[in-house]
Nanobody
């Protein structure tokens, strides 16, 4: 069982930055691929970014490429999402998700473990 706790959300003006954190309780966190997924009101969940077990591989949705950076510190069992040049359309609840993986690659399928989410609001 893995518990994930997100933090770092808040209200920011367009063009600003936020850094989200996802703290995990997994015993062997380096065996888990992790992703950030967001959901805006009335919209479907959007896969934003993902990172492999070691952090060596990453993936970004086109909508955030060049503005967001995903990273992880396995010693601290934490994954980060640095969000720069924020836009009002980035407003959403951001969820951290983890999936056990034998392989060190970005996981783009279903994720078994989810955090409770953190709200990000970008004002224009």
């Amino acid at each position: 069982q893995v518990q994930l706790v997100e933090s770092g959300g808040g209200l920011v003006q367009a063009g600003g930055s936020l850094r989200l954190s996802c703290a995990a309780s997994a015993r062997a966190f380096n065996n888990y691929a992790v992703a950030w997924v967001r959901q805006a009101p009335g919209k479907e969940r959007e896969f934003v970014a993902a990172i492999s077990n070691s952090g060596g591989s990453t993936y970004y949705a086109d909508s955030v490429k060049g503005r967001f950076t995903i990273s992880r510190d396995n010693a601290k069992k934490t994954v980060y999402l640095q969000m720069n040049s924020l836009k009002p359309e980035d407003t959403a609840v951001y969820y951290c998700a983890a999936e056990y993986s034998h392989y060190d690659y970005v996981h783009k399928g279903l994720y078994d473990y989810w955090g409770q989410g953190t709200q990000v609001t970008v004002s224009s």
